[in-house]
């Protein structure tokens, strides 16, 4: 994206990092979007409502109630797979405005024994997103709780309870470094000030420690980049620890992104439903990057407790498993008025060139279990830088 000085916006969280690069030197993007999006005083998700018409994007849930019925309806077949436990915890990540937990828990609660097992924990890091979400649940009879990750880590009253986990539109948000290759080699990108003041890319010094480790791995799968290309190299996510240890536990991770290694910038930040350069209005547009799906299972299968992993699929193949055609069918003869919202709304989730395609769903759960529904089994990943 070609950066265009007009755009650049004065935001108070810009101020805060170019107060922080003049006085300690340029910071690496996981630094950058870490401030973004989470800073305790300026942060994206500390301020905005994101979410929504009136907010800077629209996810699956928000687009049709089918998508968070299917979800619900996954959860309650692996939880019989996992024998129906009498307690269990299903716990979703950035659960948004609470909209697919909300349709995930109507499509379910003719499950027989699925409510009353079930102890949903929200995990989110913004309280207004956490007010939104307590509205829109407020009706239902399931007993919920909201935690923060570091707080869910530690929970005692959890404890090896078996798990289900759903993070929708989770990993592209997780803060992470950048590599560019230059003449001396694979370098970290990092943000810092031009020659007029303004927030600007460079690039830093050879990389050390893991950030060196990464270097090494791209190198050798990209043996022939060039200079400027560049690579986002993943670690482990945070959630896999909330899957350890458990005497089951299945976890889905739909997003955007690739099946195989890639070199590319991925970087990219939307306001107000349109894209816009990352340097743009810190504090104040949602950055994202593409995930590497390959390279989370591969994690995922090599840890000491390994998870067996279904998928990557796109999510066009993964709800069309579950039924959405048929589930979307009944639904528009239910409510003829509504046919037309309802089968655009399904067409937009499925549509091969946009979200069908370019979103991914990628399955992980104890080695003991059957294979998850949706989602072919794949119990040896090729390795992944």
């Not at 530690?154 to 798990?163: F, K, N, Q, Y």
């Not at 060039?226 to 458990?246: C, I, K, N, Q, T």
């Not at 959405?324 to 067409?347: F, H, K, W």
Request: hydrophobic share 40%; net charge neutral.
């Amino acid at each position: 994206m070609t950066y265009d000085c007009g755009l650049r916006r004065e935001t108070p969280l810009a101020a805060c990092l170019k107060r922080r690069i003049q006085a300690s030197g340029p910071i690496g993007i996981r630094d950058y979007m870490t401030a973004c999006l989470y800073d305790g005083e300026h942060g994206y998700y500390r301020t905005r409502p994101a979410i929504g018409r009136g907010g800077d994007f629209v996810t699956a849930p928000e687009i049709s109630q089918v998508f968070g019925e299917l979800i619900g309806l996954w959860s309650a077949v692996v939880w019989q797979q996992m024998g129906s436990p009498a307690r269990f915890a299903l716990i979703e990540l950035g659960p948004g405005r609470g909209t697919l937990m909300r349709d995930a828990l109507r499509a379910t609660r003719r499950v027989p024994g699925f409510h009353a097992a079930a102890t949903v924990v929200l995990v989110e890091t913004s309280e207004t997103l956490e007010k939104e979400q307590r509205r829109t649940l407020a009706d239902l009879s399931v007993v919920i709780r909201w935690l923060r990750a570091a707080d869910i880590r530690s929970s005692a009253d959890l404890g090896r309870l078996p798990t289900i986990l759903i993070a929708n539109e989770v990993l592209d948000c997780e803060p992470r470094d950048q590599l560019v290759l230059t003449e001396a080699g694979w370098v970290r990108r990092l943000v810092g000030l031009d020659g007029a003041g303004r927030l600007a890319f460079c690039d830093g010094e050879p990389a050390e420690g893991t950030t060196a480790h990464s270097a090494r791995r791209v190198a050798r799968i990209f043996p022939h980049a060039r200079p400027g290309a560049v690579f986002e190299p993943s670690e482990r996510h945070w959630s896999l620890d909330l899957l350890a240890g458990r005497s089951a536990a299945a976890a889905l991770y739909i997003d955007y992104g690739h099946v195989q290694p890639m070199l590319g910038d991925t970087l990219q930040a939307v306001r107000g439903h349109r894209f816009e350069h990352p340097l743009a209005s810190p504090g104040e547009a949602d950055l994202t990057m593409q995930v590497d799906f390959a390279r989370h299972a591969a994690i995922a299968a090599s840890q000491p407790e390994p998870l067996a992993v279904g998928g990557p699929v796109s999510q066009a193949e993964f709800l069309g498993a579950l039924g959405i055609v048929e589930r979307a069918s009944r639904l528009m003869a239910a409510n003829p008025d509504q046919a037309a919202s309802i089968e655009a709304g399904v067409a937009r989730l499925m549509q091969p060139t946009g979200m069908g395609g370019r979103f991914k769903v990628l399955g992980l759960r104890s080695r003991h279990l059957p294979a998850l529904p949706g989602l072919p089994a794949l119990d040896s990943p090729g390795a992944s830088p």
